[in-house]
């Protein structure tokens, strides 16, 4: 039940853009995205709902197909400060309780 | 405010010893996350709790892993005895509800390295 998160990595060049794809094999409530740093916390970015609504970062967005049950998180003229790892976490129920994580996905941004 | 916090941050012990990691989530918040992170695995939910009572521990991987929340401030996640297969990233996190619309917030983690 684990999503499966792609690419595993990427690298990317300052200004360049990236697309992360999220995708579960059974039907969602909602996605989380989180990014951590190495060493760090993850960090919360952003919520997609059924429904489309959207709560979270005002500079990263995403997308969210229900049908397809995955979503995308796209990434714009990085900055050095995008690098680290991205996980989504799907949700299937509307409970944080059951919000299972994908195994990341490295960006690394160079200059 | 504070944020989510953990001690220790590192933890090096030898195996069959007891660990103990400490756990203080945001003031206000009635659910409380342990999560351990590994490269194989990721990042996996251990047990949860809301309003200090256990919820769900479907997450804990054997006896030896035991939880508690004696009260609102505090929550201890121990492992005994410890086996070099337990050496991960422990996290805690908070929230203000159980809503799934609603944000998890992650403390800095204990890295336990058992020998």
């Known amino acids: 039940q684990q999503p499966v998160q792609s690419p595993q990595a990427v690298i990317l060049r300052e200004g360049e853009d990236a697309v992360i794809n999220c995708s579960s094999s059974k039907a969602l409530y909602s996605v989380h995205w989180y990014r951590q740093k190495h060493g760090e916390a993850p960090v919360f970015l952003m919520i997609l709902l059924k429904g489309g609504e959207q709560k979270g970062h005002e500079k990263i967005s995403a997308s969210f197909n229900e049908k397809k049950q995955q979503s995308s998180l796209y990434l714009t003229a990085s900055q050095l400060s995008y690098s680290g790892t991205y996980f989504c976490?799907?949700?299937?129920?509307?409970?944080?309780?059951?919000?299972?994580f994908g195994k990341g996905t490295k960006l690394s941004v160079k200059p | 405010d504070a944020g989510v916090i953990q001690s220790p941050r590192h933890e090096v012990t030898e195996m069959g010893q007891e660990v103990t990691l400490r756990c203080k989530p945001i003031s206000g918040h009635d659910y409380l996350f342990w999560y351990r992170q590994t490269m194989m695995r990721g990042l996996e939910l251990l047990i949860y709790f809301n309003n200090n009572v256990p919820i769900d521990d479907s997450g804990m991987p054997e006896d030896r892993f035991s939880a508690k929340m004696p009260n609102a401030s505090f929550s201890t996640l121990k492992i005994q005895p410890s086996e070099p297969r337990d050496s991960a990233v422990y996290f805690c996190a908070s929230s203000l509800t159980s809503d799934g619309t609603d944000t998890q917030y992650f403390g800095p983690g204990t890295r336990l390295t058992v020998l």
């Open positions: 976490g799907t949700d299937r129920t509307g409970s944080q309780g059951n919000l299972i």
